[in-house]
């Protein structure tokens, strides 16, 4: 049987509709914006002023904390200016803007695309390559994955385990890296391995990728024929179950581990690093080459010409649109990443980010939103809560600001994946009012934890 | 069956006296000693239990008041002077004096100064909308118009004006307890002074970004151009962070501040003439020419006695 987490969970169309597109490299536009803050945590601080020569792959944002991390620059030209300019939801960010100049790459930087499959000894070289190299996890969350690789010294991690479920209708990112670069994302994945020190790795992929799961064992084989350091990799196939990829949820799937309330993977020793952080890991150590570009996904049934783009960090999605053919008429609504946990674009001129992983077009029929009935109290949306969690109740809670109760029943769990909202018959916007509250006791839990320090 | 009838009501009538006798003695041993003068305070609070004090309600705030050595600490918003007086004369304290505050809704991004450049059609709520993006104007710092305040208002002194899109504050209804400032997610809303005869001079933007962007978002924006805070004789006005605050202790309702204003950002509202014209043009044509100066200072002087007075 195949594996699937134990709770919860809604099966939602896949739409993956641009699964045949091949990754297609585009053109560098005239200007890129690169914002300080696309990471978990402290944003970074613009180390380039106006007038700056920039190349690519130079640092231009240094991290400023533990839990942040380099910028780099996307591209080569002059610096234009530094200073506020709107992120995709309209929200005033630090962006430094270079007008581009033809590529001239950074020292040291491989550019050639020779397979580099040697996993160098010293784990601390390979995570100060990550550091400085300004990687962060793409599954979403954008957390510094050097941070991620060095848990506290009390607690050991035994697994790593690779996300590749891409569960969310539409995107197809990560399976077009992982038919196209398969070595290169178990390189990656060896290197953490070596790193975090574990045995055993599993690429979790589902089961609607059989091409990627094919590709990803031959790599698999090919390289643990040559050598040693890519033992104990294997793939699992998981059944389709959405959100198979959430952290938490792909730990149970793989392991039967649960990780408890507010705690963290590596309680239960599981590290979980999304597919194209593994690829991400492999051209920062083997390559030395900066995190400044990424695949996105540019789809939508309403959007006639489906891509798979290689874009570098910093360029306007107005930009991207443009280049496929413009905005579709039919389109109601952009979003940034899935369906289901995307956020709605409310400025097509932002800029993409590290972490951007689509911009999807959805028509009017596709988006609107239902009038909000009466609660049936019908249970559907704790039967598809994979956190366990009771949404009608909480939103109850919420509306009426009891935080204590809240807090008791666990809002602070909720990963926002958005299951209660979509199996509500009674289209209550459950997502919408728990994901605030939750902010809210997350404070209070903080505010309260902080003084004992 | 009259002897059950009669025995049933005999029975019920010493047990309920046993009963009586023992709560009164429970009641006696267990007595909770309560400083009867919170039970006074109470008496003369306005009962809202709206929690502007500070105070979880209007008994919580007379408890506080009774412990408390002065009451320097302890305002009433809703009651203002009058309850604060009552609540010295039963403790026996002397209250000091506050000036009556009022909720001023600080955006002027009506519909028609600030286009929508997207469509929100999430929940109601400016809390929700907060924490999804800008919202649906140009404007990040703007009111978002869902209403969050109104809905925290238990005097009903704040509608949305349909037109506007706006929040809108009945002056008669407001007592400044502050809850709409708690619940506007975007802290648009301020308590100022009242003002002599209400009348008073804000600043009605909280837009920080830069000049040319505000005002792309905003026609009525603050641009924090300065003009203002030049102008102000009394230093009230300062620019920070690209926008423009009046600090009402120190303004003295002159208005020359809402005559220079470019975007006419700064409101003065409850006057009953406009605002005096910037003395600006008067010295440039007196210079250039004799006659046409003549007739403008005639204009400017009708305005000016009535600003005159008000400075006195």
Partial sequence: ?453 | MTTTIIWTIVAITVLGVLLAVVLYLVANKFKVEEDPRIDEVEKVMPGANCGGCGFAGCRAFAQSCVEAANLDNNYCPVGGNEVMKKVAAVLGLEAKEKAPMVAVVRCNGTCANRPTVNEYDGIKSCKVKAALYSGDTGCFYGCLGCGDCVAACQFGAISMDPETGLPVVDEEKCTACGACVKACPKKIIELRNKGPKNRRVFVSCVNMEKGAAARKACSAACIGCGKCAKECPFGAITVEHNVAYIDFNKCKLCRKCVAVCPTGAIHDVNFPTPAPKPEKPAPKPAAEAVKPAAPKPEPAPAASPATDKKEE
């Fill in chain 1, 1 to 453: 049987m195949k594996k699937t987490f134990s709770i919860g969970g809604v099966h939602p169309d896949d739409n993956k509709i641009s699964a045949g597109c091949a990754i297609e490299v585009l053109p560098v536009p005239k200007t890129v914006y690169i914002s300080m803050a696309q990471h978990l945590g402290g944003p970074a601080k613009a180390i380039v002023a106006a007038g700056d020569k920039v190349k690519t792959g130079q640092v231009i944002g240094e991290p400023t904390g533990f839990i942040s991390a380099y910028v780099h620059s996307s591209v080569t030209g002059t610096v234009k200016s530094v200073g506020l300019r709107k992120d995709l939801a309209g929200i005033p960010v630090v962006h430094v803007e270079i007008e581009v100049a033809p590529d001239e790459w950074a020292e040291g930087i491989d550019t050639t695309d020779t397979l580099v499959t040697e996993i160098p000894q010293d784990p601390k070289f390979i995570v100060d390559r990550i550091k400085s190299n300004g990687v962060v996890g793409l599954g979403g969350a954008t957390f510094p994955t050097n941070v991620k690789l060095c848990p506290p010294p009390d607690k050991k991690a035994d697994i790593l385990i690779l996300n590749g479920a891409e569960c969310e209708p539409y995107l197809t990112s990560d399976y077009r890296i992982m038919i196209e670069k398969p070595q290169q994302i178990i390189v990656g994945a060896a290197l953490m391995k070596r790193v975090l020190g574990v045995d055993h790795v599993v690429v979790g992929i589902e089961e609607n990728k059989p091409e990627a799961i094919a590709k990803m064992k031959e790599a698999i084989a090919s390289l643990s024929a040559a050598s040693s350091d890519y033992d104990g990799i294997e793939v699992v196939t998981l059944k389709k179950k959405y959100p198979q990829g959430g952290e938490k949820q792909l730990i149970d799937a793989i392991t039967h581990r649960q990780v408890k309330s507010m705690g963290l993977p590596i309680d239960v020793g599981a590290v979980v690093q999304n597919v194209a952080t593994s690829l991400a890991v492999y051209d920062a150590v083997q390559k030395n080459k900066p995190l400044i570009d990424n695949t996105i996904t540019v789809t939508g049934e309403c959007f006639p010409k489906q891509s798979n783009l290689l874009v570098r960090v910093g360029t306007p999605l107005s930009y991207i649109i443009d280049y496929l053919g413009g905005v579709p008429e039919t389109a109601a609504k952009a979003i940034s990443g899935g369906p289901m946990m995307g956020k709605a674009i409310a400025n097509l001129d932002a800029a993409t980010l590290k972490g951007t992983s689509s911009v999807l077009f959805l028509t009017e029929a596709q988006t609107r939103r239902n009038p909000e009935t009466n609660c049936i109290r019908c249970g559907k949306c704790a039967e598809a809560c994979p956190m366990g969690l009771e949404p009608f109740l909480l939103n109850k809670l919420a509306r009426n600001g009891m935080m204590d109760e809240l807090e008791q029943n666990a809002v602070q769990d909720c990963i926002e994946c958005g299951c209660c909202l979509y199996s509500c018959p009674a289209n209550i916007p459950l997502l919408d009012i728990i994901r605030v509250a939750k902010g809210d006791v997350i404070r209070i839990i903080r505010s309260r934890t902080a003084p004992k320090k």
